[in-house]
């Protein structure tokens, strides 16, 4: 069977800033989805963190992190993100967690992508 590598395909940066972000603080993705955890000021916290990251790294409007993070209001995250910037120069903690998350998501390796040649040939002949 031959297979067809591709390398140096990386994943999109949001994928790689929320997956270092799971990395970081050691939790799992559905964790920044949750909403149901209202008043949690540490999970707020990361979620403001990812978000900032998101805002700076990445050139997508409030309203695709609204969408990734099931977010309803456009105007919550926009101050999230402005209280965050504002925090980071005042606490180190804020500018030391959003330092280390993007360098552990620039750092993520290129997924590979593995095509197996000869059974797409054999489920199209057969």
Not at 14 to 23: G, H, S, T
Not at 58 to 77: D, G, M, Q, V, W
Not at 99 to 117: G, H, M, Q, R, T
Request: hydrophobic share 35%.
């Amino acid at each position: 069977m031959k297979e067809k590598v591709y390398n140096g395909l990386q994943k999109p940066i949001e994928d790689r800033i929320v997956y270092a972000a799971c990395i970081y603080w050691n939790v799992d993705r559905e964790y920044f989805n949750n909403t149901g955890r209202k008043g949690n000021t540490e999970m707020s916290y990361r979620r403001s963190v990812v978000l900032y990251l998101l805002k700076t790294l990445t050139p997508y409007a409030h309203e695709t992190f609204c969408r990734l993070f099931k977010i309803k209001s456009h105007s919550n995250s926009i101050d999230t993100i402005a209280n965050f910037d504002t925090l980071k120069g005042i606490y180190r903690q804020y500018a030391d967690d959003a330092k280390n998350i993007e360098a552990i998501a620039s750092k993520l390796e290129a997924s590979l992508i593995v095509k197996f040649v000869d059974n797409e040939a054999n489920l199209s002949n057969g």
